[in-house]
T-cell receptor, first 114, second 115 residues
Framework: GQQLNQSPQSMFIQEGEDVSMNCTSS?????WLWYKQEPGEGPVLLIA?????ELTSNGRLTAQFGITRKDSFLNISASIPSDVGIYFC??????????????FGKGTKLSVIP | DTEVTQTPKHLVMGMTNKKSLKCEQH?????MYWYKQKAKKPPELMFV???????INESVPSRFSPECPNSSLLNLHLHALQPEDSALYLC??????????????FGSGTRLTVV
């Protein structure tokens, strides 16, 4: 199957620090996705990337689609306590009739120390 | 209404019980999904429904039985579960998307414990 290798597994950072996490795959992807999941909630889409080399921002979050189409990174600048959660990279595979199935990386658990 | 509502939020059941998880959305989405998430693991796809028809079953054991009675509702019927089936069960829905994926709406999940 399509394996997504996400690192690091967990991070403890001081409030105000920048954070970087990445995902790699042995296969070429057409779309890279970044999700955040908070305790007791379902994942929420943060950023979707569609083209090799694409760099997209969403507030303090920036993500890039690697040129080889086999990797992506997510940066969070000036972290705040509400950034705490698990961040997943994911790919979407078309499953017919307008639906998509998602495959997630193992996640990066982010803890922010005030 | 921009939410996917899942009930119950928590469920404890014995291995001989029969129970059902419910999922509801009123966004007009015609694709609905069940994902299973074990502790400290990512969500994993179980079932995909498109236009009320089951389109994908990811080799899920028959003790899990999905049902889509109409375009707004998705159920997951549970019978004779094992303790290792304890997990967070997430429902999601999405509008018709072709050419480019641009998102699902996930519910908050049902935390299931099998004793």
């Amino acid at each position: 199957g399509q394996q997504l290798n996400q690192s690091p597994q967990s991070m403890f950072i001081q409030e105000g620090e920048d954070v970087s996490m990445n995902c790699t795959s042995s296969s070429i992807f057409n779309t890279w996705l970044w999700y955040k999941q908070e305790p007791g909630e379902g994942p929420v889409l943060l950023i979707a990337l569609y083209k090799a080399g694409e760099l997209t921002s969403n507030g303090r979050l920036t993500a890039q689609f690697g040129i080889t189409r086999k990797d992506s990174f997510l940066n969070i600048s000036a972290s705040i306590p509400s950034d705490v959660g698990i961040y997943f990279c994911a790919r979407a595979l078309y499953s017919g009739a307008g639906s998509y199935q998602l495959t997630f990386g193992k996640g990066t658990k982010l803890s922010v120390i005030p | 209404d921009t939410e996917v509502t899942q009930t119950p939020k928590h469920l404890v059941m014995g291995m001989t019980n029969k129970k059902s998880l419910k999922c509801e959305q009123h966004m007009g989405h015609r694709a609905m999904y069940w994902y299973k998430q074990k502790a400290k693991k990512p969500p994993e796809l179980m079932f995909v429904y498109s236009y009320e028809k089951l389109s994908i079953n990811e080799s899920v054991p028959s003790r899990f039985s999905p049902e889509c009675p109409n375009s707004s509702l998705l159920n997951l019927h549970l019978h004779a579960l094992q303790p290792e089936d304890s997990a967070l069960y997430l429902c999601a829905s999405s509008p018709r998307q072709e050419g480019e994926y641009y998102g699902y709406t996930f519910g908050s999940g049902t935390r299931l414990t099998v004793v």
